[in-house]
């Protein structure tokens, strides 16, 4: 890698390397590095003058991360840089002096686009300010490379140079110049104790989850989750379920068991099957696979509910009822009403409430319904709760009584 004066020896190096063909294009004729006004005095000149760096978009961030997490300096820090350089020939016009400064350098970049190390040493040599520039170490290679600006640009390209007459002139880029800094960094700490796992790719997947009284038996507060798949037993095998993972009582390799925790909420959710690895000395509990996510619903309870006439506004009844799991702050509710005191029943359904608390008990209003017995329900998220039957199968609860 290059030290700060990589930027410097460049331009002295190319210097270098145009001076014998500019010399030979055009007798005395010379190589220089000033504002591109450097031909004022008409003796025939090529004037390199470096308008602009730009980061290089291949080796910008290849020296990441350059520090460890303590913040100590793991590497150095290296800057990746193009040059774009303004070439401008001067001389005597009458004489094509510029156009034939422009043929030599044109056709020696194109001839040796590589800035060679002899050159670079030279340049160092001829310019005691260089004298520990490192460039001619640099593994990469400085290139360089015409650069094509259509008259548009090359007008705002001059427009920069304050009350300087437009002359001949073209533009090239210089690729890469690698930049360190003189910091020096630390040594880490050796390595104590090696541990090399070589364990098989066992991805957990889970094909479905059911309750464990029955495939086609709803999952409900208190129900008992059967998950089933494939490789579902590891080191450490723990279920990911409502934003906590939680650890199953029995696990099989195709088959986990986990009673459902009272924390997850009514509606469709979706469980994950995390397998971690011992690992370490001592060993420890480290990430290791995880399963696909399956979604499950899960039914709401209805554990009692009561009405009393609301007050005008709105008007209609209250319904205030209890369930597990509690209804979550941002869920929406729908209640359902099916009148059992009248043949044929009726049915009613209120307008969706949105909670704003986590409670086990929830109020929504609805108008429009007679006084009588009805049975009742209510949709979480669009899981709805269960009836409850009898012996003959007729749906007896839960109810309320309408006021």
Excluded: C
């Excluded at 001076?19 to 025939?44: I, T």
């Amino acid at each position: 890698m290059s030290n700060f004066l990589a930027i410097a020896t460049v331009t002295a190096a190319l210097q270098e390397v145009l001076q014998p063909a500019v010399g030979n294009a055009v007798p005395l004729a010379k190589v220089g590095f000033s504002r591109p006004d450097g031909g004022s005095s008409g003796a025939p000149l090529v004037n390199v003058y470096l308008y602009q760096v730009t980061p290089n978009a291949a080796y910008r961030n290849a020296d990441l991360p350059t520090r460890r997490s303590d913040s100590t300096l793991a590497s150095r820090p290296q800057t990746a840089l193009d040059l774009h350089y303004l070439f401008t020939f001067h001389g005597n016009d009458d004489q094509l002096e510029p156009q034939r400064l422009l043929g030599a350098v044109a056709t020696t970049l194109h001839a040796q686009p590589l800035l060679s190390r002899p050159a670079i040493l030279k340049a160092m040599t001829d310019h005691g300010f260089l004298a520990s520039s490192n460039l001619a170490d640099q593994v990469e290679r400085v290139r360089f490379t015409p650069t094509s600006l259509s008259l548009e640009e090359f007008s705002k390209l001059w427009s920069v140079f304050f009350q300087i007459e437009y002359t001949l002139s073209a533009a090239y880029q210089a690729s890469v110049v690698l930049l360190e800094s003189d910091d020096v960094p630390g040594d880490a700490p050796p390595v104590q104790a090696r541990n090399l796992y070589v364990v098989p790719f066992r991805w957990p997947f889970v094909d479905r989850v059911i309750a464990s009284t029955g495939a086609n038996d709803p999952i409900v507060s208190g129900s008992t989750l059967l998950i089933q798949g494939q490789q579902l037993k590891g080191d450490v095998t723990l279920v990911l379920i409502g934003g906590s993972e939680q650890t199953p009582t029995n696990v099989l390799d195709t088959q986990v068991t986990l009673p459902l925790p009272s924390t997850v909420l009514a509606g469709v959710q979706g469980l994950q099957v995390i397998q971690k690895l011992f690992m370490g000395t001592p060993l420890a509990a480290h990430s290791g696979f995880e399963s696909n996510v399956v979604p499950f619903v899960l039914r709401p309870t209805i554990s009692g509910a009561t009405a009393a006439l609301a007050p005008t506004p709105p008007g209609g009844a209250n319904v205030t009822f209890t369930l597990s799991p509690n209804i979550g702050i941002g869920q929406r509710a729908v209640l359902l009403l099916n009148n059992i005191s009248v043949s044929p029943s009726t049915s009613f359904t209120s307008l969706p409430a949105v909670s704003t608390v986590n409670s086990s008990t929830f109020t929504i209003n609805i108008t429009g319904v007679p006084a009588g017995t009805y049975l009742v329900r209510v949709q979480i998220d669009g899981a709805e709760s269960l009836l409850s039957t009898n012996a003959t199968g007729q749906f007896v609860g839960p109810t309320v009584v309408m006021p």
